[in-house]
């Protein structure tokens, strides 16, 4: 019998390559508006993204701050005065599940994995229109059982709420036999420490692993992979 029987699937980062997407979709936009990004560009973008969705996850701002304010936060710093944040936004969403690519040969992990049985389900902050159109351009649409959106469910990860909705909608399962699977600590991570689910950290850069999640309680996962193709022994126990 395997060790576990369920596995709850980051998407952006951990299944699907966010940063080439992301690439792509900034460079389309920003050229329909007469812009050519550069590296300095797309890496002044994505720092500000990044710190955009950490204060999503701890709570500080909510999502509908979150979309257009990084835009006005990159043009301000990039110089850029003559495009709008709020079309660039709707414009983004589309472009950036336009263009998917996997991860560690991970639509063939997620098929085998189907093959064997396992319940496999995505657990996403991502925005809803843009994780449908990458759930069927990457055609994990037809090997994933369920897809838990933030926007749809109400909460983000980490919140607890988050994975209160998931497992309302989970029937006959043990959360011992439940593996999460992600790349970010703070969302991910914490997100399984939060619901009480065994976590597996897909590190493949070597990330140093820090020993306190920032407000005074440890974090801790039972897994760390730098390959998705170690999902397979983990699994099996």
Same mark, same amino acid.
């Given at each position: 019998m395997l060790k576990y029987d369920t596995i709850l699937w980051d998407l952006d980062g951990t299944l699907l390559d966010f940063k080439k997407s992301e +690439?792509?979709?900034l460079g389309v936009c920003l050229k329909s508006c007469g812009v050519t990004m550069t590296?300095?560009?797309?890496a002044l973008y994505s720092g500000i993204n990044e710190k955009f969705w950490e204060r999503l996850e701890r709570g500080e701002i909510e999502k509908k701050e979150l979309l257009p304010g990084r835009f006005r936060e990159f043009f301000y710093q990039a110089g850029i005065s003559h495009i709008d944040p709020e079309q660039m936004q709707k414009r983004y969403e589309q472009e950036l599940g336009t263009k998917t690519y996997y991860?560690?040969?991970?639509?063939?992990i997620v098929k085998q994995f189907k093959e064997m049985g396992l319940r496999q389900h995505i657990?996403?902050?991502?925005?809803?229109?843009?994780? +449908?159109i990458k759930m069927k351009n990457s055609g994990f649409d037809k090997l994933i059982d369920k897809v838990f959106i933030s926007d749809v469910i109400g909460y983000e990860k980490p919140r607890k709420e988050f994975f209160d909705a998931v497992f309302g909608?989970?029937?006959e399962f043990g959360k011992e036999r439940v593996l999460l699977v992600g790349d970010s600590l703070t969302s991910d991570m914490r997100g399984a420490n939060n619901t009480g689910v065994d976590a597996c950290w897909y590190n493949p850069k070597g990330k140093p692993f820090p020993e306190y999640r920032g407000d005074g309680e440890t974090l801790h996962v039972e897994y760390?992979?730098?390959n998705?193709?170690?999902l397979f022994g983990i699994v099996a126990g």
């Open positions: +690439r792509y979709a590296e300095e560009m797309l991860v560690d040969d991970s639509y063939e657990v996403t902050n991502g925005i809803l229109v843009t994780q +449908r909608e989970l029937p760390e992979i730098r998705l193709q170690e």
